[in-house]
């Protein structure tokens, strides 16, 4: 990798994880990083810190031009639905506006894939989102002391395909699922509204998220962290399982406190049958 990373930080907490990351490294980081999204933190943990809107494109490349950036990472969440509810936030800059007007859709890997191309033409090139921090993707197996019952094991199972199955649409990555029937499906509204409207129609609902079959890891890597498991516990959820080695889990020891304190079991899986008779979820495991 270069000396200097280039650092797109959305919302949450993996943009400051991925800094860290790089500075172990010993690389320079330079961030350019969503305003009234991002953490303020980050400015402790990067060498230069640009503050932008999320349109702003000519303003960002500018900045990691100047730096040197040939290496990028994008991080965190910028919410896609800006684009259809209020345009006019985003502050999209003449640059922005023709990429956009380039698009035949406003589908993630439309977007996303667009914002790649443009990158790679200047010269910097995006690196899979997990490149610098690889221990952050979870395995196989029960991370809390709760397990799936019987019963949350099933529908586990029943959600996993259907998960993979609008991913491949690229509508979302997550379901909601009780007795085998599907109350929610994520959508451009994103995985927290997903999981509380699925846990308004049933208390015990399972939640499954996953990557997209064909996942490209430079952008929108499924994640899971203490905040997921928040939502889950308003949302009366009781089990979430994740696709083991493609979700990145975040603040792990905090999430397992989290669920812990709320009796959620959680578990990494590697697919709706072998994954989930084959991982041990019994019993709490490790990754």
Excluded: N, Y
């Amino acid at each position: 990798m270069g000396e200097t990373l280039g650092l797109i930080a959305g919302r949450g907490v993996f943009p400051l994880e991925v800094a860290r990351c790089a500075r172990r490294r010993g690389q320079r980081v330079v961030c350019v990083a969503m305003r009234e999204m991002a953490d303020a933190h980050l400015e402790e943990l990067v060498d230069e810190l640009h503050w932008i809107h999320p349109g702003e494109v000519g303003a960002g490349v500018a900045a990691f031009r100047a730096a040197g950036v040939e290496e990028a990472v994008m991080a965190g969440k910028v919410a896609k639905g800006s684009l259809i509810a209020d345009p006019e936030a985003l502050r999209l800059d003449g640059q922005a506006e023709s990429l956009l007007a380039e698009l035949p859709d406003f589908e993630d890997d439309s977007v996303l894939g667009k914002a790649a191309d443009f990158l790679a033409a200047l010269g910097i090139r995006l690196l899979p989102q997990h490149a610098l921090c690889p221990e952050l993707l979870a395995g196989e197996g029960v991370l809390t002391k709760a397990a799936p019952t019987a019963a949350q094991r099933a529908d586990l199972d029943f959600g996993f395909p259907i998960a993979r199955a609008i991913g491949g649409l690229d509508i979302g990555q997550t379901v909601v699922v009780k007795d085998r029937a599907v109350l929610a499906v994520e959508a451009i509204e994103g995985t927290d509204a997903a999981i509380r409207r699925g846990g308004a129609l049933a208390a015990g609902a399972c939640v499954v998220k996953v990557a997209k079959p064909d996942q490209d890891s430079r952008f929108d890597v499924p994640a899971i962290g203490p905040d997921t498991v928040r939502v889950l516990a308003e949302a009366g959820i009781a089990a979430l399982g994740f696709e083991a080695g493609a979700t990145l889990v975040l603040e792990r020891e905090e999430l397992v406190r989290e669920a812990d304190a709320h009796g959620i079991a959680v578990a990494g899986l590697s697919g709706p049958a072998d994954g989930i008779a084959t991982a041990g979820l019994s019993g709490p495991g490790g990754t």
